[in-house]
């Protein structure tokens, strides 16, 4: 069966700092993969999404990347956090034959 | 701009009684999905009703999708204090293939 992990599942961290949110996937082959972030009690806003490795779109501009060196990983980074970046971030896989998605547990980040 | 729009933005039932939820869109779908997220947890995937269907059913949840009046609702039947929770729908624009956009959601509690 496939499962999805994020780490770490909380961090606060000072404006200006670095970030690196990790997403591994098992137990499927080239997925593609989402980063969300949720505000509090807000809806889902789409980051990124990756339909193969090296392949990373970006819908938002701001202050992120991603990356997604192999298959089945993906990473969210900043190389300085602001205040904005706060909130729930959540990776998703989907396969390429359905239009279901599955979640990880996701990220809590406060930058204080 | 969001996608989906539901509504009510919060809901509150007793236990046993049903639940009723509506989403509205405003572009061409491929698919609909609703997904539910229990406080701090990432997204769970419920149901997904195509373009061309009318209505699911699955367990205690019926969806039913009009797309001429651009909506979707989900009924949860005899809830339970378990689905206490938040439900988003999303949305498989046509054209836009793997990426869904999610509505702000709704907060669904069940009173015991």
């Known amino acids: 069966s496939q499962t999805i992990h994020q780490w770490p599942a909380t961090l606060v961290q000072p404006v200006g700092s670095p970030l690196s949110l990790e997403c591994t996937v098992e137990?499927?082959?080239?997925?593609?993969l989402y980063w969300y972030r949720q505000a509090a009690g807000r809806g889902l806003q789409l980051l990124f999404y990756?339909?193969?490795?090296?392949?990373i779109s970006s819908e938002v501009p701001q202050n992120l990347s991603a990356s997604r060196p192999q298959d089945r990983q993906f990473i969210l980074s900043s190389k300085k956090l602001l205040l904005s970046d706060s909130g729930f971030y959540l990776c998703?896989?989907?396969?390429?034959?359905?239009?279901?998605?599955?979640f990880g547990p996701g990220t809590r980040l406060t930058v204080t | 701009s969001q996608q989906g729009e539901e509504d009510p933005q919060a809901l509150s039932i007793q236990e046993g009684e049903n639940a009723t939820m509506n989403c509205s869109y405003k572009?061409?779908?491929?698919?609909l999905q609703w997904y539910r997220q229990n406080s701090g947890r990432g997204l769970v995937h419920l149901i997904l009703i195509r373009s061309n269907e009318r209505e699911k059913h699955s367990g205690r949840l019926r969806v039913t999708l009009d797309t001429s009046k651009k909506s979707s609702s989900l009924l949860i039947t005899a809830s339970r204090a378990a689905d206490t929770a938040s439900y988003f729908c999303?949305?498989?624009?046509?054209?836009?293939?793997?990426?869904?956009?999610f509505g702000k959601g709704i907060t669904l509690s069940v009173r015991p």
């Open positions: 998703a896989w989907m396969t390429g034959f359905s239009y279901e998605q599955y």
């Open positions: 990756s339909v193969g490795i090296g392949q």
């Open positions: 572009t061409s779908i491929n698919n």
């Open positions: 999303a949305t498989d624009r046509a054209g836009a293939n793997s990426k869904l956009t």
């Open positions: 137990g499927t082959s080239n997925p593609n």
